[in-house]
């Protein structure tokens, strides 16, 4: 098992920014594929945003322009920067990794909740005036 801690999330203003934190403990943060997925109240799991070894990355639709995935391997780190928030932005936000296998193409965008490893417990993120 390996452990993904989330952080950073909490309650904000329509308009405002987070930055979530996902701190995975692994020997080398390299060797893995990360992605960001939500939950909201009723609603199925979704990949928000991934980020591969080469840092390609990719976004739902709903966030391009706003959110911002990074990855700092020297501190076995993954963020999601989001700006403009709004109340649709609600849910519990999830760090997932995906160890590296033979054959995966860093263009790949990981989409799939099956694609991954290893999950965080998530943050909750609310947004509301």
């Known amino acids: 098992q390996v452990p993904l801690v989330e952080s950073g999330g909490g309650l904000v203003q329509p308009g405002g920014s987070l930055r979530l934190s996902c701190v995975v403990s692994?020997?080398?943060?390299?060797?893995?594929?990360m992605g960001w997925y939500r939950q909201a109240p009723g609603k199925q799991r979704e990949l928000v945003a991934s980020?591969?070894?080469?840092?390609?990355?990719n976004y739902v639709d709903s966030v391009k322009g706003r959110f911002t995935v990074a990855r700092d391997n020297a501190k076995n780190a993954v963020y999601l920067h989001m700006n403009s928030l709004t109340p649709e932005d609600t849910a519990v936000y999830y760090c997932?990794?995906?160890?590296?296998?033979?054959?995966?193409?860093?263009?790949?965008?990981?989409?799939?909740?099956?694609?991954?490893?290893?999950w965080g417990q998530g943050t909750q993120v609310t947004v509301s005036s």
């Open positions: 997932a990794a995906r160890y590296r296998r033979p054959g995966d193409l860093d263009d790949s965008k990981f989409a799939d909740i099956k694609d991954y490893d290893y």
């Open positions: 692994v020997s080398s943060l390299s060797l893995y594929h």
């Open positions: 980020i591969t070894r080469g840092r390609s990355t």
